[in-house]
């Protein structure tokens, strides 16, 4: 079974340029999750899809971060325009429908210079 | 306010000697709870959950946690660490329609051969 896919790897840009990342969550998973993971800490949820609908963007800096999941597949998350504190590694993971147990992807290493 | 606190930040042991990492949590109603693991180099994965039932749950790789509910606590044990659980150790919970996921900041483990 692939596991959840994500790119680029890595990305560094300068402030107030925008970029984007995509997620290929496993195939079957409704549940889709994007998580910000600043050095040192947790990962953050920033946004929960469930097929193609939000079911949680509650700490989503929605004046910067915008995220779609067209068709309940694959999903992009973007930041327009970018500042120094979104260097972080971005993290996104899926789960079986009727499961809540989250399989990660290997994330995409943001460097905001 | 919802929150995962994990005591240890970083805890080194010797092959063989026990390992206890804490997990505290603060939410509101019933929660699901998880321990995640990352090893270096490595995806975010699963290490046990607890749903409900009995409040010692197994894991992999001889892992084991208990859910005390008096305590909001869900410590992750092994009786003997080996090198290759040398990683970083994530309690998180979600509720139990597994939404509004919380990440602790993390226990880095390092075990010396």
């Known amino acids: 079974e692939a596991g959840v896919a994500q790119s680029p790897r890595y990305k560094i840009i300068e402030k107030r340029q925008s970029v984007a990342f995509w997620c290929n969550p496993i195939s079957g998973h409704a549940t889709l999750y994007w998580y910000q993971q600043i050095l040192g800490q947790g990962p953050k949820l920033l946004i929960q899809f469930q097929n193609n609908g939000v079911v949680d963007d509650s700490q989503l800096p929605k004046d910067r971060f915008s995220a779609e999941r067209l068709k309940g597949v694959d999903s992009t998350l973007k930041i327009q325009p970018a500042k120094l504190e979104d260097s972080a590694v971005y993290l996104c993971?899926?789960?079986?429908?009727?499961?809540?147990?989250?399989?990660f992807g290997p994330g995409t290493r943001l460097t905001v210079t | 306010a919802q929150s995962v606190s994990q005591h240890n930040h970083h805890v080194i042991l010797s092959e063989a000697a026990s390992l206890e990492l804490g997990c505290n949590y603060s939410y509101g109603g019933t929660v699901n709870l998880f321990w995640y693991v990352q090893y270096p180099g490595q995806h975010l994965q699963l290490l046990l959950k607890y749903f409900s039932g009995d409040p010692l749950v197994k894991g992999i790789k001889g892992f084991e946690a208990e859910f005390i509910k008096s305590k909001f606590s869900f410590n992750l044990r092994k009786p003997s660490v080996q090198w290759s659980d040398t990683a970083e150790y994530f309690c998180?919970?979600?509720?139990?329609?597994?939404?509004?996921?919380?990440f602790g900041a993390g226990t880095r483990l390092f075990v010396k051969a």
């Open positions: 993971a899926s789960s079986p429908p009727r499961g809540h147990e989250q399989y």
């Open positions: 998180a919970v979600t509720n139990t329609g597994g939404f509004k996921t919380i």
